[in-house]
């Protein structure tokens, strides 16, 4: 893993942590990013035709702002994803009535 994973892995470690203090844990994610690498698994839920339970739970708590689909939107991840990973991920978040 390069820095640059490593500080993603931080950065959804960090809005996980943020999630637990609202009341959600996200068990599948974390068992993702722990057989696959944060970055992998961020790629899995992205581009899964179906919504994770994960992203309606943030969605239904007010919380989008801390999905990987909002994360992969900041600059510094932009070598990480390609340009559709990032117009799949905001088109969701669209959907979903979350502005970028």
Request: hydrophobic residues 35%; glycine residues 4%; negative net charge.
């Amino acid at each position: 893993m390069n820095s640059i994973e490593m500080k993603f892995q931080q950065r959804l470690n960090d809005a996980i942590e943020e999630m637990i203090s609202y009341g959600y844990k996200p068990q599948i994610f974390i068992t993702m990013c722990n057989e696959e690498g944060a970055v992998n698994a961020s790629k899995d839920v992205i581009n899964s035709e179906k919504i994770t339970d994960g992203f309606t739970r943030l969605w239904e708590l007010g919380k989008l702002k801390l999905s990987v689909e909002n994360i992969i939107q900041e600059p510094e991840w932009h070598e990480l994803f390609s340009d559709d990973d990032r117009k799949k991920s905001k088109k969701r978040l669209k959907d979903y009535g979350f502005e970028i």
